[in-house]
Structures are given as structure tokens and as C-alpha cells.
């Protein structure tokens, strides 16, 4: 293509791991009867089998009924959401405390996690008579000790004493040292009180002093690891008190924990804190995207079940796109979550409850409606007697936050609620990801076994979403309908599993690009002069992409002048050569192609258009998408990232732009041709890019694959060549600075000598279409 206007084999998450637990799933289904579960063996028969937990009003998901048995009362009381014996006022404690909004930006610098989030909750709740009818509780730090059983002791003092004046001149510097992480004078005190409130209310309920409770705490805490802060995250609230209550307080009964994460990112700090403890039952819902979704661990993955005595325990649903809504979750809970809560039998539920997969969050990109967080709520009340605690984690849309949390606050008081979104459908992948998640765990839970509901109506995935670019943190959306078709990001980075498509196995990982983490459990020691890690970051939307992009290589075909490899770099480097009339502005990575090959393709070269603004009068290149098995084109074979792929379409489709107010580049901040995009083109050998669809290489092929690596290029779609067969489009040969473009390109190539290049242009060019 030579419009110019501007326009890996990934390995599968979990490896050995992934194959130890299936060999550990034949091993138990040789068991018998019984599901060995940790120390204890429990009989199948006390777990019923069965399709999914009882039927809720709602019109998601089918309803399968449920046999007769153990599992009644337990039904009942979640259909009505009661958590308390008839006639009792549920006694809800709500925790807020102003000195949590001290840990703010250390220069005022704007920010999605910001002392705004709680204070607007508050106001919603305060407005809405709802924080009077709770039992206020105000906030404690947490003692040293308790923070020890899941943090060591250099996290420990970093954070203690990160506040302090020692630190007044390098505190940013210190912060940069970890992954999305920032201090100011307020941080350390904010986090022991975070810490401590999540303990303290978990205590109250625990003890039954509280029917339930609400810890409106920051920072969140469900990234933090044992060794560092991470993911805007310092201590591990939630962590820090299912310790508490399992190892300090065993007068308070609590033997099993469940720990259920709805936060859009992936719970990866409370995982591995319990990934051996068949005490707690660790359940977390987040995106996935194929690894790419922050925090862009493999761990995030179905098959990382747990190990040892956790072996099972620990239940990760991860979406493979954005766009997830009630619907998707819904089905997640009646389909995986509430089966193995009812075989678990949990004392108490903490809730990592992260209000980022709302509807118009500016880092989640999915649609989860105020009644959606309350039906999710009202389907986990007849648990545990009603014992949930619920945390704060993530959420960055002010409304959405608080609206969210004020629907959760009244199923909790016991208010009627009445579920009425509109009616909506799952996903596609979301039923292929539930079945995978069941799979990888019925051999632990036998209840997972029974067939899933056939005839399910779903929704297809999103193939390409633009991104939903206001900070909405004051968005006004508040219904599904009003959403933009739009997410934050798409997928971007793809894992092999043998569910997907056996195409995606062409792509390989350039393990030499991926950063590696210090793994020293006191690695969290901070230095004066040590090294300042680069890190993909929750909000930095673009960089995400690219970063996950970056490590993703495909082979791009040229079969216009990008043939000669000068000029081809000139989309990599920037610049121009002779015969070009206006620069290319190059990609963000300007490393060199990894490898450059030839090969012929059974596609018609012809030329099109009459002018174009970098090479003047003439056509210009195009391959009719159309397979004729009697055509054979050359194109030149170069190895790139799929971030420089895209760079190079959104330069030949005129994308990217120069602002001249203060000569920065300003080009689209999601990728067009993602891992989805990509399985999605080599299933169907083509796809016409719907947000770009007038521009003149609106289509990428798919041409096979090379290396286990697929081969894309870029033409038009199929109506342009009906429109170039009408005349409704032109065609005209190519100019003379152009040809000689393509000659020197096969002739360097060596594919062909001067005399056998002209000839085929000018054939090319000659032909009717």
C-alpha cells in the first residue's frame, strides 16, 4: 500500500502448571465418590449436581431448578436477599473516614485513584438517606503485626515510613521504582487505615455485632503483593484481614473464607497470598484480554487453580474483551461461583468490591449497571448467614462509583429490589470461558459436571471498539443504552489454549522483550540510586496496548513500494526517499524489521486511484482481496510487531496527524488489529475494518502463515474493486517515481531482474479488472 498520507507462539498461561492440574483432575476423578478437599474428604453427595444455583428474577440467564436438599433455606434466603431472620433490621456498618482522603498526587497531578472517589460515595449515600440507616464506624489503624501475616517487613517499613521527611526528596523518585504506585505526605497513614478498617468491620461482622458492612477505604489493596506495592495499591486490605480473622481470633469461628473479587482487574496480590490455603476460597471475575488487561499476568488465567492443600481453591473467570455487562456476570455467579459457594459452605464473605467494570469507568471498558452490583449482591446474601464484608477496591467514574455502591448499600438494608435493566444477552466467549473455568475445576467440585443450558441466546464479541476516551469521572451516563460502543482498550495480546482457534498458534512471544520482575520477598527495599523499572501502567491506555503489542510478531506483505525496504522504513523510522513528496511520521517502535522474506500469493495486482498526496499523478498498489488461484503477485515479507503493524495502517489510512499547535503527533490510542482481530482475519482470510471503512486500505488479509506466523497485508475492501470494475472508481498506471519505487524493490529483492520488474508493473497496470 502506497497511500502514505498518513494515514509469537504465546505460551499458554500457566504452562506445567496448566498440565499438573489437568494430570491432578484425572487423578481425582479415579477417587470414587469422594472430592478429596484439602485435609478433609467430603462426599459428593453433599454436593448437589446440578446446572447452576437457584432461579433469581432475572432474564439473563436460563434458570435450571435445583433439587430438593441441603441447599434450601440457603435459596430462598438469596432469592429474597435476606441476610437476617424475619423481622430483624439488617444492622449494616459503614466505615468512612476523611483522613483516607489524605493520599492524594504528591503535586496535585490528576489521577483516577483520587480522594474524590470516597467523598463522592459519601455524598451519594448521605443524599439518598441511606448512610443515616447504617451503623457508623469510623476507621483504626492496623497494628504492624496483623499487616506482617501477608506483607514482609521491608513493604512493611516502606510504607510506614514513606510519609515522613526522610523521604520529602526522594519520595517520587521511590514511587517510580514500582508499578503505578505514587506517595505523598498523607499515604502512610492512609494505608494503615485502610488496612485497619477492612479489619475492623470484618471483625464486627464476624463477631455478629453486624450484620454486615462497608469499608469505604483507600488506597485499595488487592494488587498489592507480599513483597511490594503495586496497581495504585499499598497494603492488601482485604488480605490482611481474612488473616486476621482465620489466624488471630479463632474464638470467632471463622475456619473458611470466602473472597469474591468483581474488580475489572484481576485480584493478583489476595491470589497468591492464599494460592496454597484451602481455608479461603478465593473467586475472582476481571479481563482478561488474553494477558493483556493490567496487571498483564499470566496468572490471571482460568487454569491457575491453586497448589498443595489450595489445590482448587483459588477460581479465576477472565474475560477476553471489554463490553462484559450484567448479563456476562450474572452468568459467571449462577454458573461457577454460586455452585462452589454452596459446596464450600463459607463463615463469612469479604467482598474486594471494585466498581471499575461500571458502565462509563475510564479504565474498565465494561458496562455493569447499578442493578447488576445489586443483583450480584443479592445472589451472594445466602451465604455464609449474610456475613459479607465489602471492601473498596478500584472504580474511577465518580457516578458510576457512587451509584453503584448506594444500590449494593440498600440490598444490604434489606430494601426490596426489583432487577430492571434492560434485558441483555452474554457473550459468546463469556459461555466459552465458563466452560473452560468449569472444566479446568469439576474434578475438585463435581457439582461443575452437569452440561451446561443449551439454545442460550449470546451476543457475538466486539471485533473492533474505539475507545472510550473521556476520563469519566463526571460522566452523566447512568443507563446501558446511553454507553458509547466503546471500551478503554481491546484485546491486544492473545494466549494459546485449545479452546481458541487453531490459528492463533502462529503467534510468538519475543521472550528478549519481556521485562522481569525482582521476585527477593524484601525486594520492596528502597534505594536512592536504583534503577527506576518501567512498567505497564492501569491508566496509561495507549502505552497498555503497545506494550502488550510490542512483544506480539507478525509478518506484514507489501506489494507496493513498500517492497524496497528503504522506503518501507520510512514507516518505521519516519522520513522520506526520492520520489516521495511528503515524509511518513514512522512508528512509536522504530526497531527494524526482525527478518525480511519474498514470496507470491495468489491475489490480482492492479492500480488504482488517480493521485495520491505523497507520490502525485497516478495509481497506486492494491491486491483484490479475491483468491484467483491463476494471478500470482510479489510481495516483500517484513517481521514486525503487531504495534508497528498498526502503525503503519493507521499512516497508510491517514490516521495519524500532526498538531501544529504544539508539533505533537496525534494518532489513535487503540490498536485496529488486535489478537481477536487477528483470529477473527485468519478464520475468514479477511476483514474490513468497520471504523475505518472509507479509507483506501481499510482491509487486512489474511495470506497464510509463515514460521507459525501469520502473514497480513492491507488493500481495499471488496467494494472498491466492484466500484474500480464500474468506473466508478479509477484505475490509472502508476507514475513514473512510484514504478521505479517497485522496480528497485524486486530488483534488490532479487526476484526479478529491471527488464522482467517493468514488464510486470506495466502488465499489472495494463489489465482490466
Known amino acids: 500500500p502506497d497511500q502514505n498520507s498518513e494515514s509469537p507462539e504465546l505460551p499458554l498461561p500457566g504452562g506445567a502448571q496448566r498440565q499438573h492440574a489437568q494430570a491432578q483432575a484425572r487423578t481425582h476423578k479415579t477417587r470414587g465418590s469422594t472430592n478429596l478437599r484439602g485435609n478433609q474428604p467430603v462426599q459428593s453427595s453433599r454436593l448437589p449436581h446440578r446446572d447452576a444455583p437457584p432461579q433469581f428474577s432475572t432474564p439473563l440467564c436460563p434458570p435450571v431448578s435445583p433439587p430438593p436438599g441441603r441447599g434450601d433455606r440457603r435459596r430462598r434466603m438469596a432469592a429474597a436477599g435476606a441476610a437476617t431472620p424475619v423481622g430483624a433490621a439488617p444492622r449494616v456498618g459503614l466505615l468512612y473516614d476523611d483522613r483516607m482522603c489524605a493520599h492524594a498526587t504528591p503535586d496535585g497531578e490528576k489521577h483516577p485513584e483520587n480522594p474524590e472517589r470516597l467523598r463522592a460515595i459519601r455524598r451519594k449515600l448521605d443524599a439518598e438517606g441511606v448512610a443515616s440507616r447504617c451503623v457508623d464506624m469510623k476507621a483504626k489503624e492496623a ?143 476481571h479481563r482478561f484480554d488474553y494477558g493483556s488487561f493490567y496487571p498483564c499476568e499470566g496468572d490471571a488465567s482460568h487454569c491457575f487453580i491453586g497448589e ?68 450480584l449482591l443479592t445472589k451472594l446474601l445466602g451465604f455464609a448467614k449474610g456475613r459479607i464484608v465489602m471492601a473498596l477496591e478500584g472504580g474511577y467514574n465518580l457516578k458510576s462509583i457512587a451509584n453503584s455502591l448506594c444500590a449494593c448499600t440498600k440490598v444490604l438494608l434489606g430494601d426490596n429490589f426489583t432487577y430492571n435493566s434492560p434485558r441483555m444477552q452474554p457473550f459468546e466467549s463469556t459461555w466459552r470461558v465458563i466452560q473452560m473455568v468449569r472444566d479446568e475445576l469439576k474434578a475438585y467440585w463435581p457439582v461443575l459436571s452437569s452440561k451446561l443450558p443449551d439454545n442460550v441466546p449470546l ?34 495480546t492473545q494466549v494459546v489454549d485449545d479452546v481458541l482457534s487453531k490459528h492463533i498458534t502462529m503467534l510468538k512471544l519475543d521472550e528478549d522483550n519481556l521485562a522481569t520482575k525482582n521476585t527477593s520477598s524484601d525486594s520492596v527495599q528502597a534505594q536512592d540510586d536504583g534503577p527506576v523499572v518501567a512498567s505497564t501502567r492501569i491508566y496509561d491506555l495507549p502505552f497498555t496496548w503497545r506494550s502488550a503489542l510490542s512483544k506480539v510478531y507478525v509478518w506484514y506483505a507489501s506489494f507496493g513500494s513498500n517492497m524496497w525496504k528503504p522506503r518501507f522504513l520510512c514507516y518505521i523510522e519516519g522520513g522520506k526517499v526520492d520520489g516521495m513528496s511528503i515524509s511518513c511520521f514512522g512508528s512509536h517502535d522504530t526497531s527494524p524489521p526482525r527478518g525480511t522474506m519474498w514470496k507470491t500469493v495468489p491475489h490480482r495486482l492492479f492500480f488504482g486511484r488517480s493521485s495520491t498526496p505523497c507520490w502525485g499523478t497516478g495509481g497506486v498498489a492494491f491486491l483484490n ?27 497508510e489510512n491517514r490516521l495519524v496527524k500532526d498538531n501544529s499547535e504544539d508539533g505533537k503527533l496525534e494518532s489513535p490510542s487503540s490498536p485496529l488489529i488486535g489478537l481477536s482481530e487477528i483470529e477473527s482475519v485468519s478464520s475468514n482470510k479477511a476483514l474490513h475494518l468497520e ?79
Open 459 to 492: 451476543r457475538s464479541a466486539p471485533s473492533y471498539i474505539e475507545p472510550y476516551a473521556s476520563s469519566g469521572s463526571e460522566s452523566d451516563v447512568e443507563d446501558v443504552s446511553e454507553l458509547p460502543d466503546a471500551i478503554s482498550s481491546v484485546n491486544v
Open 691 to 769: 471504523p475505518i471503512k472509507d479509507s483506501w486500505y481499510s482491509n487486512v488479509l489474511h495470506l497464510g502463515e509463515e514460521d507459525g506466523l501469520p502473514i497480513l497485508t492491507m488493500t481495499c475492501p471488496s467494494t472498491a474493486v466492484a466500484q474500480h470494475k464500474s468506473g466508478e472508481l479509477p484505475l490509472a498506471p502508476p507514475s513514473e517515481t512510484y514504478s521505479a519505487t517497485l522496480i528497485k524493490g524486486l530488483v534488490e529483492g532479487k526476484q526479478l531482474d529491471a527488464n522482467e520488474a517493468a514488464n510486470y508493473i506495466s502488465s499489472a497496470a495494463a489489465r482490466s479488472l
Open 143 to 285: 497494628k504492624e503485626k496483623y499487616i506482617a501475616s501477608v506483607h514482609t517487613p521491608n513493604h512493611i517499613k516502606l510504607i510506614r515510613d514513606i510519609s515522613s521527611k526522610e523521604y520529602d526528596y526522594r519520595r517520587n523518585k521511590t514511587a517510580r521504582k514500582f508499578n503505578s504506585i505514587y506517595f505523598n505526605e498523607g499515604s502512610s497513614e492512609s494505608a494503615f487505615l485502610a488496612a485497619g478498617s477492612v479489619i475492623e468491620v470484618a471483625e464486627k461482622v464476624a463477631a455478629g455485632e453486624l450484620s454486615s458492612a462497608i469499608a469505604l477505604v483507600r488506597p485499595p489493596g488487592h494488587h498489592a503483593e507480599h513483597n511490594e506495592p503495586m496497581g495504585f495499591c499499598l497494603f492488601n486490605n482485604v488480605a490482611i484481614a481474612a488473616n486476621y480473622l482465620l489466624n488471630e481470633r479463632p474464638d470467632l469461628g471463622i475456619n473458611k473464607i470466602l473472597i469474591v473479587d468483581w474488580d475489572v482487574h484481576h485480584g493478583n496480590g489476595t491470589q497468591k497470598m492464599f494460592y496454597s490455603d484451602p481455608r479461603v476460597l478465593f473467586f475472582s471475575v
Open 625 to 651: 482481496p479475491e483468491i484467483n488461484y491463476n494471478d500470482e503477485s510479489y510481495v516483500c515479507m517484513y517481521k514486525i510487531t503487531l504495534e508497528q503493524f498498526n502503525d503503519v495502517l493507521f499512516q
Open 308 to 375: 498443595g492443600a489450595g489445590e482448587g481453591y483459588n477460581i479465576n473467570v477472565p474475560w477476553e474483551h471489554g463490553k462484559c455487562s450484567d448479563a456476562d456476570y450474572v452468568a459467571a455467579w449462577d454458573h461457577v461461583l454460586l455452585p462452589i459457594a454452596e459446596a464450600f459452605d463459607p463463615d463469612i464473605i469479604l467482598l474486594s468490591a471494585g466498581f471499575d467494570a461500571a458502565m462509563g469507568d475510564p479504565l474498565g471498558g465494561c458496562c455493569i449497571t447499578p442493578d447488576g452490583y445489586a443483583l
